[in-house]
């Protein structure tokens, strides 16, 4: 028997919704997911939570492929949603999928 899962891909927005060095938010009661698109217009999604004290990341400067939490300047990998040191910690990553100008997330 295959025992596979299937992963479920959610559409979430247009990458042009999402400004560029910038983020929007994707509103969950299970906790909210902040979508950042870079200046190369490649978009990460991570629970908008800041790992340290919880601070709203979507809030955060983004560079490179890394955003500054704005409460206490913590460096977020947004490739895997991990602090950069000396810091340590980790935001939830979601997979994106972006196809034809489409984001998508796999929300499991
Ligand atoms: S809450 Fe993000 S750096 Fe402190």
Do not use: Y
């Not at 891909?9 to 910038?22: H, K, N, Q, S």
């Not at 938010?25 to 906790?31: D, I, K």
């Amino acid at each position: 028997m295959d025992t596979k899962i299937t992963p479920i891909w959610t559409r979430v927005c247009e990458v042009a919704d999402i400004p560029r060095l910038g983020s929007r938010v994707l509103e969950r009661a299970s906790g909210n997911i902040a979508l950042f698109r870079t200046a190369l217009d490649d978009v990460f999604a991570l629970l908008d939570r800041c790992p340290h004290k919880g601070g709203a990341l979507s809030q955060g400067i983004v560079h490179g492929e890394s955003v500054t939490c704005p409460l206490h300047a913590w460096n977020i990998d947004l490739t895997s949603g991990e602090a950069r040191a000396p810091d340590v910690g980790c935001a939830h990553r979601f997979a994106v999928r972006v196809e034809d100008g489409a984001v998508f997330l796999c929300l499991d």
